[in-house]
């Protein structure tokens, strides 16, 4: 144990100064360190005794929810999810609050009154992904683990899960994830028990100041397309939506424009944006990190979302989109196909393409969409000249979303689950 203990030790100092590595060494070389010894330590792992084997009785009946609850990213938004999931269904639940010790943001404090940092219950509901679970079981520590019935809760974007991540499901139970389309590429790898629990989604009506908040003009059309510089930007594929909104719209016209939403953007990011919207004088950046309330009060205000991704685990923000009344273009493969088809969505055609060099975790070899650019921009004109169009998608949406992802779903679906790992496991 003392090899891994200064395995753990390296990685956690690591993890300190990464804000400076981050600086003189390369992004994609440093995570290859990481993963490295990680894998080494798993390896260290298996020669460690087992867990000792779930027992309904050693513990509190309750969940322990273990995750990015106050990260400011979207795996953390993921987590508050499925913590408000857990208060509908009326469990036990705690929660312990995991921070990788990064440049992250930790700053979102809607569930620290269920903070408690600690794992008294027999259940752990695990929302760490899979590449940094060996990470998060060595830093927290197997007694953890031990006499709980473990459930790891991943998305991920691809029809294959990535070979390399196999070995975090050694270290759990069972899997869930928001979509069949997630489940699916699990269940290919694993004979353990994987379900899908769809997020529960409630949005509180749009308040605040509308579009004055974010500097943005009154009368007229407004598309918006967003992502995170730090996530990757091949599956997100922004720079269809912007090819897309050039395509259906000149220069010269000023009746559209389009909002382009970047959290940590770096210098090289806006320099290839500016010089593809070149010419374009109604293009409006945001650039700073919004609170979650601000985030949706800018979707609500704008007059349509364009998601045209490569593929998705789910699709937060499309989906929240249609729950607040924005009509959505986006892309018809992936899982944002499960809450979303052509009458409450602008649907766009693609072909498939395969991934040529790997991109993170999304490898070589794997196939991903590649949406139709220019039915993409006829959705755009026709959001834009048709009224009637754009209030039938936009209603639609909303009373489709309102029913498939109602929190009340979402929490049926713990319940049942939770009674039946009682029933059968303990």
């Not at 998060?136 to 990535?162: C, H, Q, S, T, V």
């Not at 090819?243 to 559209?256: R, V």
């Not at 979302?305 to 937060?316: D, K, T």
Request: aromatic share 10%; hydrophobic share 40%.
């Amino acid at each position: 144990m003392k090899r891994l203990s200064a395995t753990i030790a390296v990685l956690d100092y690591t993890e300190r100064i990464k804000p400076f590595l981050i600086k003189i060494l390369p992004i994609s070389f440093l995570r290859s360190v990481k993963r490295s010894l990680v894998k080494s330590s798993l390896s260290k792992l298996e020669s460690e005794p087992a867990f000792i084997p779930f027992s309904s009785t050693s513990h509190p009946d309750g969940i322990n929810l273990i995750g990015y609850i106050r990260g400011e990213i979207g795996l953390g938004e993921s987590c508050r999810l499925v913590a408000g999931s857990l208060d509908e269904a009326a469990l036990d639940f705690t929660i312990c609050n995991y921070e990788q010790i990064s440049s992250m943001r930790h700053g979102d404090t809607t569930w620290d009154h269920k903070i408690t940092d600690t794992t008294p219950y027999n259940i752990n509901l695990i929302h760490i992904q899979p590449y940094e679970l060996p990470f998060a079981f060595m830093r927290i520590g197997r007694k953890a683990w031990d006499r709980r019935y473990n459930i790891a809760f991943w998305l991920w974007e691809l029809e294959k899960f990535p070979q390399q991540w196999e070995n975090a499901l050694k270290l759990v139970d069972e899997v869930w994830t928001p979509s069949e389309f997630a489940s699916r590429s699990i269940r290919l790898v694993t004979d353990k028990p994987v379900h899908t629990i769809p997020y529960g989604i409630s949005i509180p009506a749009a308040v605040g100041d509308g579009r004055s908040q974010f500097s943005l003009p009154e009368g007229k059309f407004l598309f918006l397309c967003m992502y995170d510089c730090n996530s990757y930007f091949e599956r997100k594929n922004p720079m269809a939506a912007i090819s897309a909104y050039k395509t259906a719209f000149t220069p010269e016209e000023q009746g559209a424009g389009i909002v382009i939403k970047l959290n940590n953007p770096k210098k090289m990011d806006m320099q290839i944006i500016r010089e593809e919207l070149s010419g374009y004088s109604n293009v409006y950046f945001i650039e700073e990190v919004l609170e979650k309330k601000q985030v949706n009060e800018l979707i609500a205000c704008v007059d349509a979302y364009a998601s045209l991704h490569r593929s998705e685990g789910f699709g937060l923000i499309p989906a929240e989109a249609m729950m607040l009344g924005t009509p959505v273009i986006a892309t018809n493969w992936s899982a944002n196909t499960e809450f979303m088809n052509n009458e409450t969505a602008c649907m766009v055609d693609y072909s498939f393409i395969t991934i040529e060099k790997d991109h993170g975790p999304y490898e070589a070899g794997n196939r991903w969409a590649d949406p139709d650019i220019n039915q993409a921009a006829e959705y755009m004109r026709k959001l834009y000249e048709d009224t009637v169009f754009h209030r039938q998608i936009a209603d639609s949406a909303k009373a489709h979303i309102n029913e498939i992802l109602a929190p009340a779903r979402a929490a049926a679906l713990i319940r049942e689950r939770i009674a039946e790992i009682y029933s059968t496991k303990g």
